[in-house]
Nanobody
């Protein structure tokens, strides 16, 4: 299983950005995917996840601003981020669980700054 995160960049506070996670080697219908982020000097934290059945969950700190979705045919999971704050700055990673193992993408940097 391989994951490729992309779409990060520099955005001003209040702006929007969508990051993508392309998943290869498995199918989203049988694989749950989660987005994590790691801010400078902090531990990696869960942001949102989507189950193999399509159920979604976002953590309280981003609820109402971030949305996780997927395109099963394209085997891609998205994280739409709106009303971005400087605290949202960090490297965003996607993770898939399959066969009892976790597989991580390489991360994409999101910088929220004026």
């Amino acid at each position: 299983v391989q994951l490729q995160a992309s779409g990060g960049g520099l955005v001003q506070p209040g702006g929007s950005l969508r990051v993508s996670c392309a998943v290869r080697g498995t199918f989203l219908a049988i694989t749950g995917v989660a987005w994590y982020r790691q801010a400078p000097g902090k531990q990696r934290e869960l942001v949102a996840n989507i189950t193999s059945g399509g159920s979604t969950n976002v953590v309280d700190s981003v609820k109402g601003r971030f949305t996780i979705s997927r395109d099963v045919a394209k085997r891609t999971v998205y994280l739409q981020m709106n009303s971005l704050k400087e605290d949202d700055t960090g490297v965003y990673y996607c993770k898939a669980g399959r066969g009892g193992y976790d597989f991580w993408g390489q991360g994409t940097l999101v910088t929220v700054s004026s």
